[in-house]
């Protein structure tokens, strides 16, 4: 299927093949009628993408500070090779559209194939022949209700928001700054809930279409004096009772118009994005309200209402996304608003970039922008061939790879190791988009991607099959690529409970091609120095100190359903205490600090069967730029420090102190390396099987899935 894709390096445009989206429980798989190009979001996002690495850093120095924190700890190198990974991708464009549906997932109710739905969201509601939409971003279309008006429906939805926002009643007199897209479907919307409202805007056809739309008052904002007087004058000196700001500016004039114009103790609420410098003054003399609108709804960017469908009950919140959705369209077939007058151009999907030049250099006047859809569009493939050009030759020996997921580790870590091993043929590559699967894929030279897979199960000249998904997905993968024969490296962790746990247990006591997983950190050139260091001198004492960092709460590993950041990442240094005794743990204690997730947080106390303890602090509380990890280890009289695996500082009973400097390296491309060989050779995996279970256990153990580590055999 044919998606519209911009590059965050360049800004450049490009209208691609990208494998058809998965269908997952709680959606659906919807055919797009017509999308709306959002004239002010996808604009500045565009313009963003096409100014250079100064100007980006310029516009976002929230991103800055990021980067200047990751330099402070991890160096020039490693900063810039993050940086850089980052702006070096493709990303889909829109958030509002209208479509049929294809497939209806499991849990998605109130959907059938055939029916007509509005879509929103951002990664979801697309610029894409096929779309995937969780079941509460999508909202059936009424009858009379035509595809175009319903494709205006999440710009709609924004602006009801808004209004819900400024807690607009009959008979108030609003003011909406800014005529834009936004500005006139909150002009009808406003109309429809009988508000007296005043538009201002300075274009002047813009101010015309308002009046057409039934705007009571509307004029240029050529001088600011006179919108104020006129304010005034038709609010019979009083000021309005609310004003909507829905311009797109960096000026902060609309902010400051605001206050001129309303009333004491009015409602100002910020729908757009303009300058944000309040004037104290202004605003407190008259005790006004500033909200800035977030999105179209209660449950936006909430993964438990987007992604997995728990909808808030509707006593406790009557407006959620979905119900704004709801709304927009039946006032739409009620004939009280009529979005698709707001349609000032429609394009073929095939000239999808010619609309975007016309919204970016802006050589004619233009409002509402459409993307029309083959009524027909040919039946999606399930694999992609790439270009050959991008494609590694095949060598003697050499073993075929193919990965399921690619997200920020496998770009920046796995793959860029993987392509310098001469004996590793790229095959397929799988993602539940399908946008970062074509665009992986072609950078590293992968032969095809896909979007389901079952193509990489099936493909004969897979050898290794990589898996880099959400963790939630990893027992499940393994255990269905065992059983197809395939070898498989998995990144940590290799599972989130005790029962995926058994199921891979049983799927290893069958014929197979060995299993992997991403515990790094014993590899590393000084964790092989260290364990020879200690070899005779145990049992050993050891205390592990992680400055983990802190995550946004949208962050996908803030999803209960991931099962946290202990099972996700402390299981790295519980192996590596396990790869240093050589010994199973026998038992784990933890403490938790108070006001800190416990699955993201703790102290752990382990005993090992050889004598040896380990105190684990794992924490999420500390400074950004203070060092990540440190490891002392005690024994026999000796002792050592690593810092980072930059510094190691080996202390002997007697003899010379021995202090070693390297630059950071965690063992990745040496895990990777004997991986590739074993199974090129047929031999061991580097990490027995057994101890990938016993990590596994006792990580959930001391994350709270187990109350005790329970035997530990599986042969």
Avoid at 383 to 409: C, I, M, N, Q, Y
Avoid at 451 to 465: A, G, N, Q
Avoid at 502 to 510: F, G
Avoid at 542 to 548: G, I, K, Q
Wanted: charged share 25%.
């Amino acid at each position: 299927m044919k998606q519209l894709l911009q590059s965050l390096r360049d800004g450049s445009l490009e209208l691609v093949d990208v494998p058809p989206p998965v269908l997952r429980p709680e959606g659906v798989l919807v055919r797009t009628n017509f999308s709306v190009i959002s004239v002010g979001t996808e604009r500045m996002l565009a313009r963003l993408a096409r100014k250079s690495l100064f100007g980006k850093a310029r516009e976002r120095p929230d991103l800055v500070k990021k980067v200047w924190q990751k330099f402070r700890r991890e160096g020039l190198t490693a900063t810039w090779r993050a940086v850089w990974q980052k702006l070096d991708r493709l990303v889909p464009l829109g958030y509002s559209c209208v479509g049929e549906v294809l497939k209806v997932g499991e849990k998605a109710l109130g959907f059938q194939p055939g029916m007509l739905v509005a879509c929103a969201g951002a990664g979801y509601a697309s610029h894409a022949e096929i779309n995937y939409v969780p079941g509460l971003l999508a909202s059936p279309v009424p009858d009379g209700v035509c595809p175009e008006a319903a494709a205006y429906a999440t710009v709609g939805a924004i602006a009801l928001h808004g209004i819900r926002n400024a807690d607009c009643r009959v008979g108030e007199t609003v003011a909406v700054l800014g005529l834009g897209l936004l500005g006139q479907l909150s002009v009808q919307l406003l109309k429809a809930a009988g508000c007296w409202v005043v538009g201002l805007d300075p274009d002047g056809q813009r101010v015309e279409l308002a009046r057409q739309n039934g705007v009571d008052l509307a004029w240029e904002l050529s001088q600011p004096e006179t919108s104020v007087n006129a304010c005034r004058s038709a609010t019979r000196g009083r000021g309005v009772d609310a004003v909507l700001i829905t311009a797109a500016t960096a000026s902060n004039a609309p902010v400051e118009l605001a206050a001129e114009i309303a009333r004491d103790r009015a409602r100002v609420v910020m729908v757009g994005v303009t300058g944000m410098e309040i004037p104290r003054k202004a605003y407190y003399e008259k005790e006004l309200t500033f909200v800035v609108s977030r999105s179209y709804g209660p449950g936006r960017y909430d993964p438990q209402f987007e992604e997995h469908g728990h909808d808030y009950p509707i006593g406790y919140v009557r407006w959620t996304q979905t119900r704004n959705l709801e709304a927009f369209l039946q006032l739409a077939a009620q004939g009280r608003i009529h979005p698709e007058r707001l349609t000032t151009h429609r394009f073929p999907f095939e000239r999808a970039e010619a609309a975007m030049e016309l919204i970016l250099r802006g050589k004619e006047p233009y409002l509402g922008v459409l993307l029309e859809y083959p009524r027909e569009a040919a039946p999606p493939l399930g694999r992609v061939e790439l270009p050959e050009v991008s494609k590694r030759r095949a060598t003697v020996g050499s073993v075929g790879v193919s990965f399921v997921g690619a997200g920020d580790f496998a770009r920046s870590t796995l793959l860029p190791i993987l392509r310098k091993f001469p004996q590793v043929q790229f095959r397929g590559i799988v993602t539940a988009s399908g946008v970062s699967a074509r665009d992986v894929g072609s950078k590293f030279g992968f032969a095809w991607c896909a979007s389901s897979v079952e193509e990489l199960l099936s493909d004969t000249e897979t050898d290794i099959l990589f898996i880099a998904t959400r963790h939630s997905q990893h027992a499940e993968m393994v255990c269905r690529a065992l059983s197809a024969g395939k070898a498989v490296f998995c990144e940590k962790p290799l599972a989130i409970s005790l029962n995926q746990l058994q199921e891979i247990e049983q799927a290893l006591q069958q014929p197979n091609r060995g299993l992997m997983v991403g515990f790094n950190r014993r590899f590393s050139p000084f964790a092989r120095r260290l364990k020879q260091f200690f070899a005779a001198r145990k049992p050993l004492v050891m205390t592990y100190r992680v400055n983990a960092g802190s995550l946004s709460p949208d962050h996908w590993l803030a999803d209960p359903a991931e099962g946290g950041r202990i099972i996700g990442e402390a299981c790295h240094f519980i192996d590596l205490f396990h790869f240093l005794t050589d010994a199973p743990a026998t038992t784990v204690d933890r403490l938790s600090a108070e006001g800190v997730r416990p699955q993201d947080d703790g102290q752990f106390l382990l005993r090992y069967a050889d004598g040896s303890t380990a105190h684990l602090v794992y924490t999420t509380q500390g400074a950004a730029a203070f060092g990540k990890e440190r490891l002392e280890v005690h024994g026999g009289g000796a002792s050592a420090v690593l810092e980072d695996f930059r510094v190691l500082e080996l202390m002997p009973p007697t003899g010379r102190r021995e202090r070693l400097r390297s630059a950071t390296d965690k063992g990745h491309t040496e895990e990777l390396r004997e991986f590739i060989e074993a199974v090129r050779t047929g031999g061991p995996m580097p990490i027995p099987p057994e101890s990938l279970i016993e990590v596994t256990r006792t990580t959930l153990a001391a994350a709270g899935a187990l109350e005790e580590i329970p035997s530990r055999d599986i042969s």
